[in-house]
């Protein structure tokens, strides 16, 4: 199962919005409704941001949201702010594997 | 408060075995699912494995880069998860990530990770 394709590096101002993109297949993403975000600052607990394409679990700032149209799913992040920085990573469900994205750095200039 | 606490990394030579213990506590353990995952110095995240609940019938899934050598396994008694890693190679080397996973599609709280390193 080949990895999912985010862009190695995204940056943005505070105050500006940005978005990362995760491009699979129609065997993965685009065959199901099973795409979850996750945030990693390095040395700690990665941190789920999204699931099912679009829903933020309890805890999670309603700057973050998700949508996903045909094989590719996005993360937007609006109102970056310095906290935001750090490792973004998406995943599908598959019937046989669960697949990663390659990851995005997500710099606050 | 959802814990997650992994344990048993470390420095292990190629071939031979280690088992990692991921201990929980904070939910009612034996009625989720769980996962491993890792990540390789300098690279993403890699899914390793999933175990069900007792009640979906504990059976387990892997992924192709680990099928045979590793195997994950689970203790409700002591809230605890375990995974199995046999014939240990050097592209092994990666911080090991337990965490909580309702259903396969998604992963709800996650560990700190330990390290294991193989190396001669």
């Known amino acids: 199962q080949s990895a999912l394709t985010q862009p190695a590096s995204v940056s943005g101002s505070p105050g500006q919005s940005i978005t990362i993109s995760c491009t699979g297949t129609s065997s993965d993403v685009g065959g199901y409704n099973y795409v979850s975000w996750y945030q990693h600052h390095p040395g700690k607990a990665p941190k789920l941001m999204i699931y099912d394409v679009s829903k933020r679990p309890s805890g999670v700032s309603n700057r973050f949201s998700g949508s996903k149209s045909g094989n590719t799913a996005s993360l937007t992040i609006s109102g970056l702010q310095a906290e935001d920085e750090a490792d973004y990573y998406c995943s599908s469900y598959t019937s046989s594997s669960t697949p990663f994205g390659t990851g995005t750095k997500v710099t606050v200039l | 408060e959802v814990q997650l606490v992994e344990s048993g990394g470390g420095l292990v030579q190629p071939g031979r075995s280690l088992r990692l213990s991921c201990t929980a506590s904070g939910f009612t353990f034996g009625d989720y699912a769980m996962s491993w995952f890792r990540q390789a110095p300098g690279k993403g995240l890699e899914w390793v494995g999933f175990?069900?609940?007792?009640?979906?019938?504990?059976?387990?899934e892997y992924a192709a880069s680990v099928k045979g050598r590793f195997t994950i396994s689970r203790d409700d008694s002591k809230s605890i998860a375990y995974l199995q890693m046999n014939s240990l190679k050097t592209e092994d080397t990666a911080v090991y990530y337990c965490?909580?996973?309702?259903?396969?599609?998604?992963?709800?709280?996650w560990g700190q990770g330990t390290l294991v390193t193989v190396s001669s």
């Open positions: 965490t909580r996973a309702p259903q396969r599609v998604f992963f709800d709280y």
């Open positions: 175990i069900r609940s007792k009640a979906y019938g504990g059976t387990t």
